[in-house]
């Protein structure tokens, strides 16, 4: 099982939002690479980043992205998502040094973004998100809802070569109310690496999604609140 600690930027802070909605957020620190250089040092071998900026088509922060891939190297691997809607979109953010480059709203709309992403650059650097509400696909920063069920899309997505899937209920994020982990089995079931996300209160959290087929764990707010110990929940295998 990975741990990816998450680092979501808005306006060049560390911030969470809950249930993914842009007016309620809380700010957990003013430098994302300090940020960063506090989890490589506790240990942490992959880090979730999110451009939160790019999802809401208000900026990009793929300049601090690269600073922290630079900053990770022998040490650690980054996952870099948020409004990689472009094949040249999803190329800057590989050639800034992330080990995988997650796409996104775009990847709904259109799976043959995916199919010439694998193509060009190999399924292993790639992930697609697939982020559900009441079991509905949402795009666009979560702010709309494709009205496409997660598990259709899910088939789809990797009929045309995507490999490693990022699941996240939306209405769990942030609200450490555990993981969905129906979802995470159903998707691990298609035959998905599933990178889980969304919800994680407490190392019992980890250890169930790791039993339900997740390869991965996303946590956010539960390590910034502490709710969660990173070295503990890095041993659960």
């Keep these: ?3 990816l600690p998450a680092i979501d930027i808005r306006k060049g802070r560390v911030v969470r ?11 957990y620190a003013d430098d994302p690479l300090a940020q960063a250089e506090q989890f490589f040092e506790a240990g942490a071998r992959w880090l979730h980043v999110v451009d939160l900026d ?9 300049a601090v992205v690269g600073r922290i891939a630079r900053a990770a190297e022998g040490r650690a691997f980054i996952q870099y998502g948020g409004g990689l809607r472009t094949p040249e979109a999803i190329a800057e953010a590989l050639d ?14 259109d799976p043959r973004l ?5 193509a060009r650059h190999g399924a292993s650097w790639l992930a697609v998100g697939l982020d559900a509400r009441d079991g509905q696909v949402a795009v666009r920063g ?8 997660v598990l259709d899309v899910a088939r789809e997505l990797l009929d045309a070569g995507a490999r ?18 129906a979802g995470c089995s159903a998707i691990a079931a298609l035959g998905a690496v599933v990178i ?8 019992a959290d980890v250890r169930l999604a790791a039993e339900a087929g997740a390869s991965g764990a996303i946590l956010g707010r539960s390590l910034y609140e502490r709710t969660i110990d990173l070295a503990e929940a890095m041993s659960v295998s």
């Design 1 to 3: 099982m990975d741990i």
């Design 17 to 27: 939002l809950s249930q993914g909605e842009a007016a309620r957020e809380t700010v």
């Design 54 to 62: 790019r999802a809401f088509g208000e900026g990009s922060n793929v």
């Design 96 to 109: 800034a040094g992330v080990t995988r480059a997650v796409i996104g709203t775009a990847a709904v709309g």
């Design 114 to 118: 995916v199919a010439r992403a694998v």
């Design 142 to 149: 979560w702010t709309q809802s494709s009205g496409l069920a």
């Design 164 to 181: 490693t899937i990022v699941y996240t209920d939306i209405a769990r994020d942030g609200m450490l109310s555990g993981p969905d982990l």
């Design 196 to 203: 889980a996300s969304g919800g994680f209160a407490s190392v």
